[in-house]
């Protein structure tokens, strides 16, 4: 299974070609996807229109939604942030370090264009999906 995060989801809305976007494309379909409640929630608050909200809200709820938190994953995405930061690496975003925690329990794969992701793959297992 596929998780995808919000930095792919909000290029593929928009219409803007990148790698990321067009292995979403060659997937969706195809192989199993997945989103977090979370990322739902980012991709969706940056609709303007009603009528692109509902579009894509009908298209991520027709894909599995993934609960990324919880009491074991929040310890260990501090784990893990605490890890990264000790090798001198400072993750941006709380959210990401949930995401690549949660791809990690799951051994998911992790479709994403963010940078932040890439020491969770070079330092801590996370398995990426990004061509």
């Known amino acids: 299974m596929i998780l995808v995060d919000s930095s792919v989801w909000i290029d593929y809305f928009r219409g803007t070609a990148t790698p990321q976007t067009e292995k979403l494309d060659a997937v969706l379909g195809v192989e199993p996807i997945a989103t977090g409640d979370l990322i739902l929630t980012e991709v969706l608050q940056g609709f ?3 009528r692109d909200f509902n579009q894509a809200k009908k298209l991520m709820e027709s894909l599995v939604v993934i609960d990324l938190a919880g009491q074991a994953v929040a310890i260990q995405a501090a784990k893990n942030f605490r890890m990264l930061r000790s090798l ?4 941006r975003k709380t959210i990401d370090t949930v995401i690549a925690t949660r791809c990690i329990e799951k ?18 297992g996370l398995r990426s999906a990004t061509p």
């Open 48 to 50: 303007v229109s009603d």
């Open 88 to 91: 001198g690496i400072t993750v």
């Open 107 to 124: 051994k998911m794969l992790l479709l994403y264009s963010d940078r932040d992701f890439d020491p969770f793959v070079q330092h801590l």
